[in-house]
């Protein structure tokens, strides 16, 4: 088979209309108008561009919500969720205990009054979007150095929020478009209280566990429902006896007619981040040093985390979110390096870049605008490299060590809140408060003082294996003198958990409201570690302001002279921001000889099954199986019960939970997952190669109807 990749900046310039590589392209959801919808009606869509997205909440887009990191669907009036069992994973693995564990039982709320809180859950409405780009930019001159540049554009950003969200019940945010050529302004209905409804147990939801994730064929049933909740005037509210289910001005029909191969699909959902864009200098630095290193340290996390669990099955909940994460990041990076090399994506774009820079030499007016990009970008990402294991490092450690975390949060907090709100860092405004507050309620539920103390001190020691250059002062100061390192660490790792009062919810909280004074007075051993781990991270945040300051000048004239090049209208990369994607239900060929086609079955799931976790099938399916009690779900072409099924609509991470739609707008599936062929597809897209891999509705609703009893949601949602 021939294998046709796109290069980063001639997929930029493609034309959409009769363009060779149609079904590519996260596109804009306030930018349908750039989409030939001629085209996309011969391929089988029924809607006009203002049934998708008409601005004021009545297009099918209203009933996409933005939801625990990944995409969420309204499929009833009642507020009810179509989402991933893996988005709601950590709903699921916070509400669970060793005696009452849902990750692997499931759950089942047959009433409203039986629906448990998601907690940490928010559900963003979208509402409305506003092109900013000249208020932005116009805070920014050409004498202001990287850094001040920066400053700038946040502070005015910081303004525009506070201005649309005054005396309003709403959250904004301002996010920019090829790498800050344009800036929007985002509105949203923020649902605060969101609860679970229905999880399917762990050997449907998670069935094939790590081994398949990633893989096609796949067997799994990815989709859990949550409902969301306001207070009984409409308003968005935190948890409450007395609220109500949201009233989605738009929910979704869920589809169980069926399709069949090359039917038109498409996808509305949150996609997180592309790089398509990128140049040979971030190429390089992912593949040789962010993606490997990654996966070292995600490998040894993990392996602390499996091998804790395995001794307790309390401390195996607490840790399930964050190793499933981990696990599902780490495959990831290692599909990307693979993809790099396979598709010899560094050497092909120094290639297209040498190319570039040979058409600018023959013309002198491109040349003088456009001849300093390249130089430039590259000169970041070589001072970058000075500081970038001990930056990896110091944020890893504050992720994934959860006292550290807390100790920084409190310390954070105390510098920000002391400043005039306005002035403070994003993500330490007044409006971040409830969030903040949140953070340190729900450590507890991932929190195991063992499990810490083995994740910090594996930080501290490879800290001390940085190079000379990048030392970390507040580590190496535990070290100072000591004739045995590693007892040195012991040594100061135990008397910080046993003199620190964070593994306290209350004394979290309290500590919190203290400012910094009488904060610091407390002597809270890691609310003082924190404190000295900040002079590192306060230089690195600087560092790292002045480089997204300069490249966020630098990329956008790449990006405008790249088009002048070749010529043609782009798409913006993934942001967070909600977006349409198109293709059709597909198989393909991932290597010689071998063919995957489009669908898989129960039949398939029932193959898999060695009654070992992760392919432990349950008992109730497969008798069903066995008795072919298939009620009105079997696919008419393979003569059974559809599981998951293969697109080429064009994802990434955060599209998790989105809603894969038929031409008429109705749910037939929930995108969860990429095949592993396509996961470099952040970066360039292979027509032949990447697919979205999406659980069938017909499956969802055969799980819910013959597995788990659960009639009443179907009752609920529009079926047709």
């Known amino acids: 088979m021939k294998y046709r990749f796109v290069s980063l900046f001639v997929m930029a310039a493609v034309l959409l209309s009769g363009a060779a590589w149609a079904e590519e392209g996260m596109w804009q959801i306030d930018e349908l108008k750039k989409l030939d919808f001629g085209m996309l009606e011969k391929m089988g869509l029924e809607l006009s561009r203002k049934e998708i997205y008409d601005g004021k909440g009545k297009g099918i887009a209203s009933a996409i919500v933005e939801l625990g990191g990944g995409t969420g669907t309204f499929v009833s009036p009642e507020g009810l969720i ?35 809180p998601a907690t940490g859950y928010r559900c963003y409405v979208l509402l409305d979007i506003k092109d ?81 994730n990633w893989m096609w064929p796949r067997h799994t049933g990815d989709f859990s429902f949550l409902r969301a909740y306001v207070a009984p005037d409409g308003s968005s509210a935190d948890f409450a006896e007395d609220n109500v289910p949201y009233n989605p001005p738009v929910h979704l029909a869920v589809s169980k007619a069926g399709f069949r191969e090359n039917d038109f699909t498409m996808i509305l959902g949150y996609p997180g981040q592309t790089m398509r864009y990128r140049t040979s200098s971030s190429i390089a630095h992912h593949q040789n040093f962010n993606y490997p290193t990654s996966i070292e340290i995600f490998g040894d996390i993990i392996s602390l985390y499996q091998e804790r669990a395995a001794a307790d099955p309390g401390v195996a909940i607490k ?59 590259e000169a970041l990402y070589l001072d970058n490299e000075t500081y970038r294991e001990k930056n990896q490092l110091i944020r890893f450690m504050h992720f994934l060590c959860l006292m550290v975390r807390s100790g920084s949060t409190l310390n954070r907090w105390s510098i920000e809140k002391a400043k005039p709100d306005i002035e403070r860092e994003p993500g330490y405004q007044e409006r971040d408060v409830p969030r903040l507050e949140q953070g340190l309620k729900i450590i507890d539920m991932n929190y195991d003082r063992e499990t810490d103390e083995q994740s910090l001190k594996y930080f501290i020691m490879r800290a001390l294996e940085l190079p000379e250059n990048q030392r970390i002062a507040a580590i190496d100061a535990v070290v100072e003198g000591a004739e045995d390192a590693e007892a040195a660490v012991d040594a100061f790792i135990e008397k910080l958990y046993a003199g620190t009062k964070l593994e306290s919810v209350d004394e ?132 059974d019960v559809p599981v998951d099924f293969l697109a080429t609509t064009d994802i990434t991470g955060g599209n998790s939970g989105s809603p894969i739609l038929n031409g008429r707008g109705e749910v037939i599936g929930a995108a969860f997952d990429g095949n592993y062929e396509s996961i470099s597809a952040d970066y360039l897209f292979n027509e032949e190669l990447t697919r979205t891999i999406s659980v069938d509705s017909r499956y969802i609703l055969f799980v819910l109807d013959k597995v788990s009893g659960a009639g009443h949601l179907l009752v609920e949602m529009t079926i047709r």
């Not at 964050?322 to 599909?335: I, R, W």
């Open 82 to 116: 179509l989402t991933n069992h893996h988005v709601a994973f950590t709903a699921l693995q916070r509400a669970s205990t060793a005696e009452q564990n849902y990750i692997e039982a499931g759950f089942n709320a047959e009433t409203l009054e039986e629906e448990i």
């Open 132 to 212: 900013v780009t000249k208020k932005v930019l116009d805070a920014a001159t050409d004498e202001m150095s990287d850094l001040e540049r920066y400053e700038a554009l946040e502070q005015r950003m910081k303004e525009i929020i506070e201005e649309a969200e005054k005396e309003r019940d709403v959250e904004c945010r301002v996010e920019s478009f090829f790498n800050g050529m344009i800036y929007k302004l985002f509105t949203y209905f923020t649902i605060k209280d969101v609860r679970i409804v229905y999880a399917p147990p762990r050997s449907i939801g998670n069935y094939g566990g790590d081994i398949d």
């Open 319 to 377: 840790v399930a979110s964050y190793d499933q994460m981990l696990n599902n990041v780490m495959k990831n990076y290692q599909g990307m390096l693979e993809g790099f090399e396979k598709a010899g994506l560094l050497e092909q774009k120094l290639e297209e870049e040498k190319a570039f820079t040979a058409w600018l030499d023959e013309k002198d007016e491109m040349k003088e605008r456009y001849g300093h990009v390249l130089p430039e970008i």
């Open 508 to 639: 979290r909280l309290r500590m919190f409201g203290l400012p910094r004074e009488e904060l610091m007075s407390e002597k809270d051993p890691f609310v003082l570690f924190a404190a000295e781990l900040w002079k590192e991270r306060e230089e690195l945040e600087e560092r790292d302001k002045a480089f997204a300051g300069a490249l966020n000048k630098l990329r956008p004239l790449l990006i405008e002279a790249y088009a002048k090049w070749k010529g043609g209208d782009l798409y913006p990369d993934a942001n967070s921001t909600m977006r349409l994607t198109y293709g059709t239900v597909k198989g393909y060929s991932p290597r010689d000889a071998v063919y995957y086609g489009y669908i898989t079955s129960l039949s398939g799931v029932i193959e898999k099954c060695t009654g070992e976790n992760p392919f432990d099938c349950m008992e109730e399916l497969k008798e069903l199986y066995r008795t072919k009690n298939f009620g009105d779900y079997i696919d008419p072409l393979i003569q």
